[in-house]
């Protein structure tokens, strides 16, 4: 299985700027696509951004050029950089990895267990 631990979530002034980071953890042959989503009170959890082994990136329309996503292979740890933060953007931030396990080869999803980002006006 693999772990998924955020951190780096908390409270910033609009416009301002916060970097979420996540590291996966755990028995696992490879890890694949990362990616952030996020979750405002009532509404459905979207995809922020999304990053492929290989180094392609996705971005949300809303996000794009506000919103960076990288990544560290060799720590298995994905990273968003936000600026330009809006009030609206409030939200939980959860952090996503599909991963290949090591017995069958199986392609499989984790979750991490959110990071709350909150943008004052």
């Known amino acids: 299985q693999v772990q998924l631990v955020e951190s780096g979530g908390g409270l910033v002034q609009a416009g301002g700027s916060l970097r979420l980071s996540c590291a996966a953890s755990?028995?696992?042959?490879?890890?694949?696509?990362m990616g952030w989503y996020r979750q405002a009170p009532g509404k459905e959890r979207e995809l922020v951004a999304a990053?492929?082994?290989?180094?392609?990136?996705e971005y949300a329309d809303s996000v794009k050029g506000r919103f960076t996503i990288s990544r560290d292979e060799a720590k298995n740890t994905v990273y968003l950089q936000m600026s330009s933060l809006k009030p609206e953007e409030s939200a939980v931030y959860y952090c996503?990895?599909?991963?290949?396990?090591?017995?069958?080869?199986?392609?499989?999803?984790?979750w991490g267990q959110g990071s709350q980002v909150t943008v004052s006006s």
């Open positions: 996503h990895a599909f991963w290949t396990a090591q017995i069958m080869g199986t392609i499989k999803g984790s």
């Open positions: 755990g028995s696992f042959f490879s890890i694949n696509a």
């Open positions: 990053i492929t082994s290989g180094g392609s990136t």
